[in-house]
């Protein structure tokens, strides 16, 4: 089993529309996520970064983590064409032999038809 | 400020050669990592380096070597280079320590032939 589980999907939606992209984790020592956004043949560019369980928003997108069920997720509202990329999720441990490693999930691909 | 520049952008290779890529973290950033992106395994971290010494480690073959330079910039190798290889090699710069955001470069295209 995969620590971080993320639905490849490809996932399509309508400008507008309100997208959520979720990931699950195994490891409880998880305590620091990461949402990225990957566009085609470009590196991971950061969204959002949190460390506690909740919500945190920043413009359109919103991200909320739940501890207790090992859950995350990335909200994007009133979603653009622009918006239409990999979304990849990401979390570390603070402390340990692996504290500097980032686990990714195998990212979403999200297509936002106009 | 200046984002992660990683050299080269593309490469092509062949089988049995060997390759050394470059990365260039954000000023003052202290901390380098190396992942390797591939449709199938998705991001997998190959290892990283901070204050120039190797913190962490993925589980990829010793073929697989980096560095860091005093001035934080580091080095990739992979040495007698196979097809299963070719990927895209992403840096990540990290501000210092544990615990903090990475920030990516555009990535290395490797392509062996």
């Known amino acids: 089993q995969k620590e971080v589980e993320q639905d490849p999907g490809p996932l399509s939606v309508p400008e507008g529309a309100i997208v959520s992209l979720n990931c699950t984790y195994s490891?409880?020592?998880?305590?620091?996520f990461m949402w990225y956004r990957q566009y085609s043949r470009k590196g991971p560019e950061l969204l959002m970064y949190?460390?506690?369980?909740g919500n945190k928003e920043d413009g359109r997108f919103t991200a909320q983590v739940d501890k207790s069920s090992k859950y995350i997720s990335l909200f994007i509202r009133d979603s653009q064409p622009s918006d239409s990329a990999t979304y990849l999720c990401?979390?570390?441990?603070?402390?340990?032999?692996?504290?500097?490693?980032?686990?990714f999930g195998s990212g979403t691909r999200l297509s936002i038809r106009p | 400020k200046a984002g992660v520049t990683q050299t080269p952008r593309y490469l092509i290779k062949t089988r049995g050669q060997q390759v050394t890529l470059s990365c260039s973290p954000i000023?003052?950033?202290?901390?380098v990592s190396w992942y390797q992106q591939t449709p199938g395994q998705g991001l997998q971290f190959l290892f990283e380096?901070?204050?120039?010494?190797?913190?962490n480690k993925g589980n990829f073959p010793g073929r697989f070597s980096g560095r860091q330079f005093s001035n934080s910039r580091s080095e990739m190798n992979v040495s007698t280079l196979e097809l299963g290889d070719s990927a895209l090699y992403l840096c990540?710069?990290?501000?210092?320590?544990?615990?903090?955001?990475?920030?990516f470069g555009q990535g290395t295209r490797l392509t062996v032939v």
């Open positions: 990540a710069s990290r501000p210092h320590g544990q615990n903090t955001e990475a920030f």
């Open positions: 490891n409880s020592a998880f305590q620091y």
């Open positions: 949190t460390y506690s369980s």
């Open positions: 990401a979390m570390s441990s603070p402390s340990g032999s692996s504290a500097s490693k980032i686990i």
């Open positions: 000023s003052g950033h202290r901390s």
């Open positions: 380096y901070f204050s120039e010494t190797q913190r």
